[in-house]
């Protein structure tokens, strides 16, 4: 699980900061995902339906609640919210399984750059009917093309230097020596003038090579997405919590903070957190 969150907060800094219909992290379009009405909690508080806001790319989500509390003479309404946050991930890590680096990737584009070397081909392959993983006379990822049913050579690169016209030019070596009708070329980085006139030169031969670069890579991986959630009673999304019990939530009453929603720490959190408990105490 990429994301984390576990407190309900009540601020309209906080609500304020929301996005109506994008994707903080990878700005794509929301689905909106609305639960049934809870039965009514405790003595005083009646909780709406929570309305659920996902990115079926990347993963990101946030869940907003009205709240209707007795407040002698009238029942008032309050809006509480919840954002998904971001997880420092470990990107070399091998023990993270491939589906969550994915959605971290889509999430934070950056992070492409720390990736183990080895992982990536594995990312890469996913995108591809991939036929073995090589590694050998310079193709890294033999895949059979869908459409055509030839081959297609993989060359992956985790590299923050732009790749040369040399390493284009050996990998069309390999790809000919190889037998292969096609090859692609992808890497963490771009592409030098030289690389991409090498590529003209081959497909003149009859050799195409297609050039990802790191945005394409990251094109082709939103591409390859399944939904991230199954819908709002998806009992493995890390918003199931907040639409299943909300009457269990960690409330944050008011709580004043100027940057985004997503991005305020747990640690802030908690201090809100113990700010509201104490207020409360006092109250008594
Ligand atoms: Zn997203």
Redesign the pocket.
């Known amino acids: 699980m990429i994301w984390s969150h576990k407190y309900v907060v009540k601020s309209e800094s906080y609500l304020q900061s929301l996005p109506a219909d994008k994707?903080a992290?990878?700005s794509?379009s929301l689905v909106r995902w609305d639960g049934k009405k809870p039965d009514v909690i405790g003595s005083s508080n009646a909780w709406s339906h929570p309305i659920v806001m996902v990115?079926n790319?990347?993963g990101?989500w946030y869940v907003t609640f009205f709240v209707s509390e007795s407040i002698w003479p009238n029942d008032t309404i309050f809006k509480y919210a919840t954002a998904g946050q971001l997880k420092p991930l470990d990107v070399n890590d091998i023990s993270v399984p491939l589906s969550e680096l994915r959605k971290y990737l889509?999430?934070k584009r950056d992070a492409r750059f720390q990736i183990n070397p080895k992982r990536f081909e594995d990312i890469v392959g996913g995108i591809f009917r991939v036929t073995s993983y090589s590694g050998d006379k310079g193709i890294d990822v033999a895949a059979l093309d869908g459409s055509s049913n030839t081959f297609i050579g993989i060359q992956v690169k985790r590299y923050k230097n732009k790749i040369e016209a040399e390493q284009i030019r050996s990998f069309v070596g390999a790809l000919m020596l190889g037998g292969y009708s096609k090859g692609v070329f992808v890497t963490t980085s771009a592409f030098r003038t030289g690389a991409i006139e090498t590529v003209g030169q081959s497909a003149a031969l009859g050799l195409p090579i297609e050039l990802w670069d790191g945005d394409n890579f990251i094109e082709k991986l939103g591409i390859e997405r399944r939904p991230a959630y199954k819908g709002i009673d998806d009992e493995s999304a890390p918003f199931h919590y907040f639409v299943r019990s909300p009457e269990s939530m960690q409330m944050i009453e008011s709580f004043e903070y100027s940057g985004s929603a997503y991005e305020a720490s747990t640690c802030q959190l908690e201090s809100a957190a113990k700010q509201a408990a104490d207020v409360k105490t006092q109250k008594r």
């Open positions: 994707c992290y990878c794509l990115c790319s990347c990101w889509l999430a």
